[in-house]
T-cell receptor
Framework: AQSVTQLGSHVSVSEGALVLLRCNYSSSVPPYLFWYVQYPNQGLQLLLKYTTGATLVKGINGFEAEFKKSETSFHLTKPSAHMSDAAEYFCVLGETSYDKVIFGPGTSLSVIP | DGGITQSPKYLFRKEGQNVTLSCEQNLNHDAMYWYRQDPGQGLRLIYYSQIVNDFQKGDIAEGYSVSREKKESFPLTVTSAQKNPTAFYLC????????????FGPGTRLTVT
């Protein structure tokens, strides 16, 4: 069965420090993978996506993620955290049946000044 | 600008009343979705529709109903049968086919007392 796990429901980093949010997936077919960000009381915004091709994917706001098939991972990173990065982050797996997707449980990122 | 609109942003209802949440998109997307989000939790799929006049139940459809009479519109009715309707509701759409990238509306926060 396809699934998505995110290690750590809450992550805190200092402003200027590296951001690393972990995502692992399970899929029997080549996956489509996404990271979304959600600010309080708002909808989700796409940060980046992996479909095929280059395994290092760059997104908006300085975020990037690397698809590692051998590790079934798609971790999200940003070299230097900014206060505005404080939000909820969701890793999402595209399911093969029609257009349904599987959401990870989310990771809440706090940035400490 | 193309996008998804949801109205209203905040909605208050008395227990036992049905309430309809609006979702409209001008992206010319084929597929539309309704999700429910509870505090500290991920997104759970309520209903989705891949084409006009057709829709399927998601993981938590009980107590909800939808219609898809127009491509642009996918309203969600929260009925009195829904035992715990207070939540944040998100509407999304995709272009269809093998496109899993979901575009989200700003959400409606429903409070039932």
């Amino acid at each position: 069965a396809q699934s998505v796990t995110q290690l750590g429901s809450h992550v805190s980093v200092s402003e200027g420090a590296l951001v690393l949010l972990r995502c692992n997936y399970s899929s029997s077919v080549p996956p489509y993978l996404f990271w979304y960000v959600q600010y309080p009381n708002q909808g989700l915004q796409l940060l980046l996506k992996y479909t095929t091709g280059a395994t290092l994917v760059k997104g908006i706001n300085g975020f990037e993620a690397e698809f590692k098939k051998s590790e079934t991972s798609f971790h999200l990173t940003k070299p230097s955290a900014h206060m505005s990065d404080a939000a909820e982050y969701f890793c999402v797996l595209g399911e093969t049946s029609y257009d349904k997707v599987i959401f990870g449980p989310g990771t809440s990122l706090s940035v400490i000044p | 600008d193309g996008g998804i609109t949801q109205s209203p942003k905040y909605l208050f209802r008395k227990e036992g009343q049905n309430v309809t949440l609006s979702c409209e998109q001008n992206l010319n997307h084929d597929a539309m979705y309704w999700y429910r989000q509870d505090p500290g939790q991920g997104l759970r799929l309520i209903y989705y529709s891949q084409i006009v006049n057709d829709f399927q139940k998601g993981d938590i459809a009980e107590g909800y109903s939808v219609s898809r009479e127009k491509k642009e519109s996918f309203p969600l009715t929260v009925t009195s049968a829904q035992k715990n309707p207070t939540a944040f509701y998100l509407c999304a759409s995709t272009a269809g086919g093998s496109s899993y990238e979901q575009y989200f509306g700003p959400g409606t926060r429903l409070t039932v007392t």
